[in-house]
């Protein structure tokens, strides 16, 4: 897990440290809007809501990759 982790770390190194829902969805593999809010909404991922705008932490969402939650989904990272 540790190595899974430091893998994505190294993967996501070029984003800033908190990303907007656009930026959240293209990391996830490009999941649509209303998935990306649903799991917002789900506090599957932490987020930070700065009206309009959700900003969500890009360790909650190498959190959430490694979560037993993303696998069961079958969702992917692009590569």
Known sequence: MANLKRYYEKKFANYPDLVDLLTFREMLGGIGD??????????????????????I?????I??????????RHLKVWA
């Open 34 to 55: 209303s998935f990306a809010r649903r799991l917002i909404h789900e506090q599957r991922v932490k987020y930070t809501f700065v009206r309009p705008h959700f900003w």
């Open 57 to 61: 932490s890009k360790r909650s969402i």
């Open 63 to 72: 959190d959430y990759i490694l979560s037993d939650d993303y696998a069961r």
